[in-house]
């Protein structure tokens, strides 16, 4: 009779864009290569990735290429060239639906979930590596899971190039002393709000007072919670094709906005390409999200629900709207836009959420 059972393998692509970067220039190979914004250091603009080589200075993700580049004078800074890094993510993607009675729920250019059926689980993940190494020259590490938050969190203990599992057996063990914050879905703004409840660990999110938590954070997302707490949730691999809740831009000036003609101009410009995306899903727009960065670094979000429309002017205008209520005679070094469009689950339960994950 065979053992084999289901598993949830979480595929993350180790330092993927630096990764990229480094075959296409061999030559930059062991060196701390950094990827942001035009690839000058000078502009404002963030670090989109960064090598492990210059990880070991500091430097990560989000943070300023300015400040990057002091704390690495040495690093190589690169321009963002998205069309390669789809490209080579389309490779890995067709890679794993290529295994063995695979199922792949893609997360994004970098990491996806591989639903499969197997006695071995590490054997299957070395042999994922293996594949994805033979067809791109791409590392990965590979979380295995009885649920797709376990397996997700468990790739974090893999980092670089190794397999970890985590099942309900050794979560406890393993996360239960580590701090909320390393959860998936447990941000540093949730974390603080736990926090302030004397939830400091995940043993403690886990064990965490149900009621307590719905109040909080509400009666979907406070169950949540503590259910992640806990490392459960589905242990499907859902293969649907992934349909964008909303698309936004946004726009880091190289000099501060002070007029208002200005901010139209810059709001125009930012809904029309916006809308050029929207355009593509053949769905209305149902809510407008505007960003605004002031100098030097406070960041606001404006956020309304608006009828459902496809009809640009009546976009910019609610975007203009919200604008207005941006602090007069506060230089502004970036804004974004984001448009939602509604959901199929959406019709189901009546449910449109309109703020952004800015």
């Known amino acids: ?24 220039r061999p030559e930059l190979a062991g060196k701390p290569v950094i990827v942001g914004g035009r690839g000058d250091p000078m502009e404002r ?6 090598s492990y080589e210059a990880r070991a200075f500091g430097v990560g993700s989000g943070m300023p290429l300015r400040i990057a580049a002091r704390k690495v004078p040495d690093a190589v800074i690169l321009p963002v060239d998205a069309d390669a890094y789809t490209a080579a993510s389309a490779e890995v993607m067709e890679t794993l639906r290529a295994q063995p009675d695979a199922t792949v729920q893609v997360l994004g250019w970098d990491e996806a979930f591989v639903g499969v059926q197997t006695e071995d689980p590490e054997g299957y993940a070395r042999r994922v590596q293996k594949a994805v190494l033979d067809r791109t020259r791409l590392h990965c590490s590979v979380g295995i899971g009885d649920t797709l938050v376990r397996a997700k969190v468990a790739t974090g203990f893999g980092k670089p190039r190794g397999v970890f599992r985590l099942t309900a057996e050794n979560w406890a063990a393993v996360m239960g002393e580590r701090p909320t914050v390393d959860l998936w879905g447990v941000g540093s703004k949730i974390s603080r709000r736990l926090a302030a ?10 064990r965490a007072d149900l009621e307590l938590l719905t109040t909080e954070f509400g009666p979907r997302m406070g169950p949540w919670y503590a259910q992640l707490g806990r490392g459960e949730g589905t242990d499907v691999v859902d293969d649907t094709p992934w349909l ?22 810059a709001v125009g410009e930012l809904a029309a390409r916006v809308l050029e995306d929207v355009a593509r899903e053949g769905r209305p727009v149902i809510g407008i999200t505007l960003k605004v960065r002031y100098a030097p670094f406070l960041t606001r979000t404006f956020a309304r629900r608006i009828a459902a429309t496809a009809d640009p002017e009546v976009v910019l205008a609610q975007a203009l709207d919200l ?17 939602e469009m509604p959901m199929p689950e959406d019709a189901r339960d009546g449910h449109t959420p309109t703020r952004s994950g800015w």
Do not use: N
């Not at 909303?246 to 101009?265: I, N, P, W």
């Open 323 to 339: 604008a207005d209520r941006f602090e007069s005679g506060r230089p502004i070094r970036l804004l974004g836009l984001r448009a």
């Open 1 to 24: 009779m065979s053992d084999a059972r289901s598993w949830v393998l979480h595929v993350d692509l180790d330092q993927f864009v630096a990764a990229v970067e480094v075959l296409r």
């Open 244 to 265: 964008a809740r909303g698309h936004s831009r946004e726009t880091t000036f190289q000099q501060d906005l002070t007029e208002r003609a200005q901010v139209e101009a």
């Open 197 to 206: 409840h004397g939830i400091t660990t995940v043993a403690h999110l886990a």
């Open 45 to 50: 603009a963030v670090v989109s990735t960064a």
